[in-house]
């Protein structure tokens, strides 16, 4: 492929043609902030809308700032990443994003693992000018059964959009209204319990800020394990003995179930089951689905021959 050289802060590197300035200067490493845009190695996902213009740098000849993400090189291209013009402008940015956000960071289900509080300390944003004046946007709270939604913390990085159009393919999300009330969420701005909507959670992986949240029950289940009067079960699904290790720093796959069990029962659970029954029903189910499909799709006068499909 054609090899491109360019110089950002003075240093100089040769990349391939199509790579964006925020990837030439991170093999450089080179640090640009950046909160719209997401990139999840291994799984070919990439997001690069240059909407929130965090990652602006300054390019040689170029009158106006250049969002990184989304901007790519060109031979003898110049870039300085942290010019006092570049630094003033993501400060601003970030004031501009913090005046219609809410400060209950306290109490965020998001603090202390939330992208842009941690952005807001980088740049120094300590106070915004005229807060005592600006408009706040305001939404309804959506609880559904299993995600709970508060856009009024939605920053429009449209992250969510785009797992669950481009990745999940589940299409609930998309951005709607303009200017200061926009945000992202199901059509006609009905609530997810009511959209197509399959809980699958990648929405709130993504999430930079306390916009998307998974409804939290753990004091529910501390308070049955605290009561003497009843029998608590649990009932784990196949795949978390597979993935929970890796939250412990594991091997990714690495299989858990006797640590997993033992843990449980230590935090007083009485029971323990795996639904393996019904994932094999579940399975079975999907399996011959598909089958189906690929028959269809290739007319059905070909033999379709796959691998036998087991539960994890």
Known sequence: M?????????????????TTIYKAAKEL??????????????LNIENKPGGCRICVVEVEGRNNLAPSCSTDVW??????????????????VMEFILSDHPKDCLTCAKSGNCDLQDMAVKLGVREIPGQEYAEMSTY???FSPSIIRDLDKC????????????????????????????????AFEMELEDSTCTYCGQCVAVCPTGALTEKDHTRDV?????????????????AVR????????MEPGTLVTGKMVSALRRLGFDYVFDTDFAADLTIM??????????????????????????SC
């Open 2 to 18: 054609n090899k491109i050289k360019l110089t950002i802060d003075n240093k100089q590197i040769e990349v391939e043609k199509g």
């Open 29 to 42: 490493g080179i640090y640009i902030p950046v909160l719209c845009y997401m990139n999840l190695e291994g």
């Open 75 to 92: 031979e003898g291209m110049v870039v300085n990443t942290h010019s006092m013009r570049v630094i003033n402008a993501r400060r601003t």
């Open 140 to 142: 309804k709270i959506d």
């Open 155 to 186: 920053i429009m990085c449209r992250r969510c959009e785009m797992m669950c159009n481009d990745f999940q393919t589940v299409g609930a999300l998309s951005a709607f209204n303009r200017g200061f009330e926009a945000a992202v969420g199901p």
């Open 222 to 238: 501390i308070n049955a394990l605290s009561d003497p009067t009843k029998k608590v079960v649990v009932q784990t699904a196949p």
């Open 242 to 249: 597979a993935a929970l290790g890796e939250e412990f720093g």
């Open 285 to 310: 189910e999907e399996g011959t689905e598909m089958l189906d499909r690929l028959t269809k799709y290739l007319g059905g006068d070909k033999e379709v021959k796959l691998p036998i499909l087991t």
